[in-house]
């Protein structure tokens, strides 16, 4: 397995140009002054796919051996990252499989499948989603795409960061802190090595869905933890079991904050995206935004940078943030 | 008056580098597979104030003289060219005061607000908004900033042409058919003059409100004109009463097709943003997306740019899209 570092970000950066959208690094005046800082947005939204996870697919199936791209490439995922591996295989011509829990939103289940995902369901109530995984790797001799717990995955996620500390750069901008939504932790463990290298010293927040709080347990134990309890929740894109062990040995040392979002910070989030910035976010994308929004009292006057992915949201979801 | 020519955008887009976003040209394969054609997004949503309508507003007070601009602007607005002119003038520090029919959507009334202008609110069925704004400058000494009819304008707003041809050189695209909601004719005669200089020959379709067809009217006429019914409308992005006489003049030779966008075609455009694109639009500025979806049929296999703009919706608005 390749060592995780900046190099192997910088070579999934050269990798991908071209591939990826650059995406833009959003501010709004209307924004900071609700807030009391200046705000940077990351729109990962605008992403292929709509979401992060197409950078690490991408480069991922970039390095696999072309017998083995060949052979085909299987995933679990709440659905962004299968969409993303869907759609990479897709570029490659490679044939893809996406398990996903049966309660997946229809328009993640849809987008694999156009993708010509072959997309399998399981019931998550019954089922644990690495043993379905597993005798379909066994069955039909396909390779396993980590949605995290990958040096090359994480590597491509890493990219956004070198994008951000670029961006920041062209405006003559340090962050104070840096949040991102976290479930696995390849979006954290790559963004937050690519700009610690690259934007000195910053407070890194890690926000998590209620009831998926697994970042804030283990880095009090000092270990990868998986949950058992798995309760429902819109916040879908940030809400998978399980630490992933090597983001976790990556952030450990980085020592980051933990929040909690709950949906109603989710909502506020992707109010914030409608209204001031012209972005769709689905609640796991905006729980770092409504969060932050919660929290501002602790950054006024500060230089916040804010992760925002994804945007694949079914209309009566989306909806509901305007319900109340 | 200066002349409008490329090089007029061309200073505009050196003086407005850093101050106006650079919006992304957005792609979806599954919005190309709707459509059976390649269609480029500029997401101009995106900029500043949530329109196109802040790099017209930008260049045209960066180019008064000092002692013109402190004592104030002043102009009309259905509410994008009022949000970037009370915006602009909060960049330069001076006063403005914006013009608005009763009727306009109450976000672009507190918008303009919040940028520090005043606003002036008028009856449409009783006043013309072109002597409430001349008996304003004459008592106290304003100068107007057109939403249109003013070289400096229309060149600000080129700089998106710039972008474009910039963006499409990049992928290795030239462009087929170029599609812009139009109004007062700023945007597309600052953009199709860029781009006629830099992407060849293709073909230009102005997108006109249901109600609002003044270019389809002012190109067989040849002459421009002014409506006097004016219907009310979801699309206040591009229901002025006028064809602007100096975008006339540069459109003219240009004979662009014009195409009837409805309610329903609107509403279209802002799904398919949302779906494909995770952006928000208003109705007017979705407008040429969702008539180019209607029209697909003619666009087999071509390329296809489509300028969005702008985003500022109210959600009640928004919503709509989905409700029936």
């Known amino acids: 397995m390749q060592k995780f570092d900046l190099d192997l970000i910088l070579k999934a950066q050269r990798r991908l140009q071209g591939q990826v959208v650059r995406t833009p690094l959003l501010s709004s005046a209307m924004l900071n002054d609700i807030v009391g800082a200046d705000v940077y947005v990351k729109a990962e939204c605008l992403q292929k796919t709509g979401a992060f996870k197409f950078r ?71 089922e ?16 396993f795409v980590s949605p995290f717990d990958d040096p090359l995955i994480m ?16 405006v003559g901008a340090s962050p104070h802190s840096v949040w991102l939504g976290c479930s696995g932790g390849g979006l954290a463990s790559g963004t937050l090595t690519a700009m610690r290298a690259k934007c000195g010293h910053f407070e890194s927040v890690l926000v998590e869905a209620e009831g998926y709080t697994k970042w804030q347990t ?22 998978g079991p ?26 506020q989030g992707m109010r914030a995206a409608f209204q001031y910035l012209k972005l769709v976010l689905e609640p796991g994308g905006a729980a770092a935004l409504g969060t932050l929004i919660r929290e501002k009292a602790r950054y006024e006057g500060k230089t916040v940078v804010v992760v ?9 979801v989306f909806l509901q943030a305007w319900a109340n």
Chains 1, 2 share one sequence.
């Open 218 to 239: 283990a880095l009090q134990k000092g270990e990868p933890v998986k949950l058992q309890l798995l309760p429902k929740t819109l916040l879908d894109g940030i809400a």
């Open 155 to 170: 590597a491509g996620q890493g990219t956004i960061g070198l994008e951000i500390a670029e961006q920041l750069a062209e």
């Open 308 to 316: 925002c992915s994804g945007g694949n949201v079914d209309p009566d």
């Open 128 to 143: 644990d989603r690495e043993d379905v995984t597993q005798r379909l790797i066994e069955s039909r001799g396909l390779t």
């Open 56 to 126: 690490g697919a991408m480069f991922k199936l970039s390095e696999l051996a072309p017998s083995d791209r060949n052979k085909g490439v299987i995933t679990y995922s709440a659905g962004n990252h299968g969409q993303a591996v869907a759609a990479a295989a897709h570029q490659w011509g490679c044939p893809s499989v996406v398990v996903m829990p049966e309660h997946a939103p229809k328009i993640k289940q849809d987008n694999c499948r156009w993708w010509g995902a072959e997309v399998v369901l399981y019931n998550k109530d019954v």
């Open 242 to 267: 399980a630490v992933g062990a090597l983001p976790f040995e990556v952030l450990k040392p980085v020592q980051p904050r933990t929040e909690v979002a709950y949906l109603e910070d989710a909502f």
